[in-house]
């Protein structure tokens, strides 16, 4: 059973356009993460969630909207895709041993 | 805000050489340490992590850590080097509010 799972892991999609990337848990963890990995590898914290409350909002363009229906799901809803928002976007979870789980990443590749 | 500052993007070392990594943070409470690896195309997967306790560390894959309050700092280290140690790695932190952060990452080749 993967423990952090996130789909899709490769999006290829027009400028313009609007796409979903869908996370989930099953380790029973109350915080979830959105990470951006651009192609220097540096890792950007995005949101993150607490028992679907929103607690962290780092400066993203509101096109960016996260969404999470029960503790166990955060997905990440992209309006207007722009050239720029090419990179990997990670999902993560932690509980409270304080280790973070890492999905396999979701690479955007907006043409 | 914690932040972590990684010196060395790339280091290269020769097969059975020490590995050495260095990573120092900014805060005034010890925050809780991590050291994550990825591997090309995959998540991060964690080596290591300090919360309390004892400063040496030991992690998965024969690498350590040793947390040095005095110096800010918490540097990865592993004896001898193997060429599946080749990959990306990052310090991180993870301070009261939950924001857990990363430095920008260092990138170890090793050499046959």
């Known amino acids: 059973d993967t423990a952090v799972s996130q789909t899709p892991k490769y999006l290829v999609t027009q400028m313009g356009n609007d796409k979903s990337i869908k996370c989930e848990q099953n380790l029973g963890h109350d915080t979830m993460y959105w990470y951006k990995q651009d192609s220097k590898k540096f890792l950007k914290i995005m949101f993150s969630y607490n028992n679907k409350e929103l607690i962290i909002n780092e400066t993203v363009p509101n096109r960016f909207s996260p969404k999470s229906p029960d503790k166990a799901h955060l997905n990440l809803h992209i309006n207007s895709l722009e050239l720029g928002d090419s990179a990997v976007y990670f999902c993560?979870?932690?509980?409270?041993?304080?280790?973070?789980?890492f999905g396999q990443g979701t690479r955007l590749t907006v043409v | 805000a914690q932040s972590v500052t990684q010196l060395g993007s790339h280091v290269s070392v020769s097969e059975g050489a020490l590995v050495l990594l260095r990573c120092n943070y900014s805060?005034?409470?010890?925050?809780?340490l991590f050291w994550y690896v990825q591997y090309p195309n995959q998540g991060l997967q964690l080596l290591l992590k300090y919360t309390t306790g004892a400063t040496l560390v030991k992690g998965i894959n024969g690498f350590e850590a040793e947390f040095k309050k005095s110096e800010t700092s918490f540097h990865l280290t592993k004896p001898s080097a193997h060429m599946s140690d080749a990959a990306e790695y990052f310090c991180?932190?993870?301070?009261?509010?939950?924001?857990?952060?990363f430095g920008a990452g260092t990138t170890v080749t090793v050499r046959a």
């Open positions: 805060s005034s409470v010890p925050p809780y």
């Open positions: 993560a979870s932690i509980g409270l041993n304080t280790e973070a789980f």
């Open positions: 991180a932190v993870l301070p009261e509010d939950y924001k857990l952060s």
